[in-house]
């Protein structure tokens, strides 16, 4: 998500959130689709089928820009050979439209969480959707062992609006997670596990968002000055 390339300066913000709506039992997914991960084999016993915990967070970003020598509206229609990967510490581009990214560390539970993912870009003339296409959790043993029964969902939508003379860079992310809770974690209520989750990855979010809206613009500025190299940036 910190990954992939159009920019600009001012505000940030709106709304966020972290909502879980799954309940335990039947109701439950039973694989994995498009739009909704499952970690567990379509016949895994019930047992265990209880034991998964889901995590929901999402977050809308702005931020104003103040329009350079180029247009923005340009520089969101750039094709995927002239992007930027913004974070050269924490962005790897792979080929043209994937990128792997490493996610600052998080803790959970006591241990500490640092996500791996590779994402899709795809391109329009309004700005790009980024798509997760793998994720590994990185950290302790315990932490890797959870990757066996792991599977997430990750969305970016990036484009831009104008209201009168002013114009904005837009951010919709929307994280899906499903995890087997280990069975060091037996005893404890499904339904904490996932308050817990979601409230992480409700902060992760509202890091993440307005961090990258800011690397956006930061990018934005330079290219609109005339600065061709796409070199990654700091903010």
């Not at 931020?63 to 229609?77: I, K, N, P």
């Not at 069975?183 to 817990?196: D, H, M, R, Y």
Request: proline share 6%; with cysteine; aromatic share 8%.
């Amino acid at each position: 998500m910190e990954a992939t390339a159009p920019a600009a300066v001012k505000a940030e913000n709106v709304e966020d959130g972290a909502t879980n709506s799954a309940d335990a039992g039947d109701s439950r997914p039973t694989r994995p689709t498009e739009d909704e991960p499952y970690p567990l084999p379509e016949d895994a016993p019930e047992e265990k089928r209880k034991r998964v915990a889901y995590f929901h967070a999402a977050k809308s970003g702005k931020r104003e820009v103040e329009e350079g020598e180029r247009q923005l509206a340009d520089y969101m229609a750039l094709p995927l050979s002239q992007y930027s990967v913004l974070d050269a510490k924490r962005v790897e581009r792979l080929d043209e439209s994937t990128f792997k990214c490493y996610v600052s560390g998080f803790r959970f539970f006591g241990f500490v969480v640092e996500p791996i993912v590779t994402v899709d870009v795809k391109t329009s003339n309004r700005g790009c959707f980024i798509r997760m296409l793998d994720c590994e959790l990185d950290g302790s043993s315990m932490v890797k062992a959870a990757n066996e029964a792991f599977d997430a969902r990750m969305s970016n939508n990036v484009t831009w609006e104008q209201e009168g003379d002013q114009k904005r860079l837009l951010a919709d992310t929307e994280v899906k997670v499903a995890i087997l809770i280990p069975k060091a974690f037996a005893l404890t209520p499904v339904s904490l596990v996932e308050s817990v989750g979601n409230a992480i990855m409700g902060q992760v979010l509202r890091i993440a968002v307005p961090r990258f809206l800011r690397q956006l613009d930061k990018d934005y500025t330079i290219w609109a000055a005339g600065d061709d190299s796409r070199k990654p940036v700091e903010v």
